[in-house]
C-alpha cells in the first residue's frame, strides 16, 4: 500500500475509534469519520474498509494481536505452574486487556468499543458468536479467549457452565473495563486491575443456589432441552 494511503488507512482507524468511543458505534456515519479524518477523498472510508463493519475489523485488529499474545502467555504460565488457579486464570483475562488503558494510541477507545460490542443484546453482529461461546474478536484473536474458555471450564461447577459462567466474566470484565476507559485517565489503575481480578474470579466460583437451577431445570425442559448436569464432585475453587 503506497505511503499516502496507509496515511488516510491510520487517520480514519483513529477518528473511528474517538467517534464511536465517544458517540457508540451505531451513532457514528461514515461520512463523519471521513470528514474527522480529514480525508481528501469524500469516499475514503468505503475505498479502504468497504463498509462499518470492515471499519471495526480494523479498530480490532489493530489492538487484539498484542491483546491475544499476552494472554496467551500468561496461560502458558499458567500450565507450566501445573495447578488449578482460577484467580490466575481471572488475571488472564483482565489483565491483557487492561494494559490497553495505559496505550496512547487508542487503547482506550477500543476498550469502550469492545464493551460495547461484547454487551450488545444479539453480540455479534461483527465479530462474536452465541451463548457461552460468545467471544468477541476475529476468529484468530479469540485463540485465546478459546483457550481461556477451555482451561476454565474444569474448574467450574457444571451448572455454572450451563449458565454459561464464563461468557458472564468475559462480558463483565469487558464492560468494566469500558466504563474505567471512559472515565479516565486514571493515577490508580493497578489497584482498580486488581479489583476487578478478584471480582471476575468471584464471577466463576461463586455457587449457583438451588432455586436458580430450579429455573434453569424449568427452562430446559420448556425448551425441550435435556437439563441438569451431573455435578461433579472436583470443581476447584481458587488457589
Request: glycine share 6%; aromatic share 4%; charged share 30%.
Amino acid at each position: 500500500m503506497p505511503r499516502s494511503s496507509l496515511t488516510t488507512r491510520t487517520r480514519l482507524i483513529t477518528a473511528a475509534e474517538e467517534l464511536f468511543a465517544e458517540r457508540g458505534i451505531d451513532a457514528v456515519s461514515l461520512r463523519e469519520i471521513n470528514r474527522a479524518s480529514g480525508a481528501r477523498n469524500a469516499v475514503a472510508v468505503q475505498y479502504h474498509f468497504e463498509d462499518r463493519a470492515g471499519v471495526i475489523r480494523a479498530i480490532l485488529d489493530k489492538h487484539r494481536g498484542a491483546v491475544d499474545a499476552a494472554r496467551h502467555l500468561m496461560l502458558d504460565g499458567y500450565e507450566q505452574a501445573g495447578r488449578p488457579d482460577l484467580r490466575g486464570l481471572a488475571e488472564a483475562l483482565v489483565v491483557p486487556s487492561a494494559t490497553k488503558l495505559a496505550d496512547l494510541d487508542g487503547g482506550p477507545a477500543y476498550l469502550q468499543i469492545n464493551s460495547e460490542l461484547v454487551n450488545r443484546p444479539q453480540a455479534g453482529s461483527v465479530d462474536s458468536g452465541s451463548s457461552d461461546s460468545r467471544d468477541s474478536g476475529s476468529s484468530d484473536s479469540r485463540d485465546s479467549i478459546r483457550r481461556w474458555r477451555s482451561l476454565v471450564e474444569p474448574l467450574l461447577d457444571p451448572e455454572a457452565t450451563r449458565l454459561h459462567r464464563r461468557f458472564t466474566a468475559i462480558r463483565f470484565s469487558a464492560a468494566e473495563l469500558g466504563r474505567r476507559a471512559a472515565s479516565g485517565p486514571h493515577t490508580d489503575d493497578r489497584l482498580f486491575i486488581s479489583h476487578l481480578v478478584d471480582l471476575v474470579t468471584a464471577i466463576l466460583v461463586a455457587p449457583v443456589s438451588e432455586q436458580t437451577v430450579r429455573l434453569a431445570d424449568d427452562r430446559d425442559t420448556s425448551l425441550g432441552v435435556s437439563s441438569r448436569a451431573t455435578r461433579r464432585p472436583e470443581a476447584v475453587e481458587p488457589s
